[in-house]
């Protein structure tokens, strides 16, 4: 039986042929010329992205998580910007997570027919007791996936906010999501490889998303990562000149403020107060 992947924008055939034939330059220029479409792809979004957004933030202010789900790459994406959320701007691990077909083994190593369970993905986000306080967004560049779409189904039937993020139009997914955004980004350089433009839209959309809500949540001072996490030598020493530039104070100054009070936005108001 066919699944009708030829009607998928996803799966349409790449703008380039031969690819085997090519220079290493012109394979190159070929996937940066495809690369460059994807932004204005995304910008068509923005009204979408910004609907999202605004339901997020409420729930979020009043103690709500943010879900990620999704298979394969899709998945992969939204368990790498829950991870980076904590670090980037100082926010409890856990108040935003990315869950993926297959589990934390499969961010490594592809689980066989993971993403075909209709049924797993709610099994997953009850173990978190996932609750109407909470936002679920699926991320699946098909927009099909079936354990994209029951996790949205359900989480939609249980009262959840439901949000998504695809690159085709009119999909399954979307029509489980109170929010969708959908990104069309169209051919693949190698055909139905979305992990390439399709990938990358739905970085630039989850970078987007997280980022206003964070900002928004008051999570940035001015254009400051002013809650980020000091877990290395170079995120020490950017906070130092950061509270150096903040209060006009030197090297050595700012230096034993950061270690004292831990944080960028604790060491400035500490020191003014």
């Known amino acids: 039986m066919s699944l009708g992947l030829e009607k998928l924008a996803t799966e349409s055939s790449s703008h380039y042929d031969n690819l085997e034939k090519m220079s290493v330059r012109e394979l190159l220029e070929g996937i940066n010329n495809e690369d460059k479409t994807v932004p204005y792809a995304v910008e068509k979004c923005i009204p979408q992205i910004e609907a999202l957004v605004s339901q997020i933030v409420p729930r979020m202010k009043a103690g709500g998580r943010l879900f990620y789900i999704g298979a394969g790459t899709s998945g992969r994406l939204g368990v790498v910007d829950a991870s980076e959320c904590p670090p980037t ?7 935003v997570v990315g869950i993926m077909a297959g589990g934390d083994r499969a961010i490594r190593k592809a689980v066989e027919n993971a993403e075909d369970d209709i049924e797993q993905a709610w099994k997953d986000l009850e173990e978190y007791e996932i609750n109407t306080n909470d936002c679920l967004v699926g991320i699946a560049a098909s927009g099909r996936t079936p354990y994209v779409v029951g996790g949205l189904r359900t989480a939609r039937q249980n009262g959840i906010l439901t949000g998504c993020i695809v690159c085709n139009a009119g999909s399954a997914v979307a029509a ?24 990358t839209a739905q970085k630039l959309v989850l970078n987007m998303i997280s980022t206003s809500v964070m900002i928004q949540l008051g999570r940035v001072k001015g254009n400051k990562m002013v809650d980020m996490q000091l877990t290395n030598l170079k995120l020490v020493e950017r906070g ?28 400035v108001d500490n020191y003014r107060n």
Do not use: D
């Open 89 to 95: 701007f100082g926010v409890p691990f856990g108040m």
């Open 176 to 199: 489980e999501a109170e929010y969708p955004v959908e990104a069309v980004v169209g051919p693949e350089f190698v055909t139905g490889s979305t992990r390439m433009k399709s990938g």
């Open 240 to 267: 130092v000149r950061m509270v150096m530039n903040e209060l006009n104070i030197s090297h050595e100054e700012a230096s034993e403020l950061l270690h004292t009070y831990g944080s960028v936005r604790n060491a």
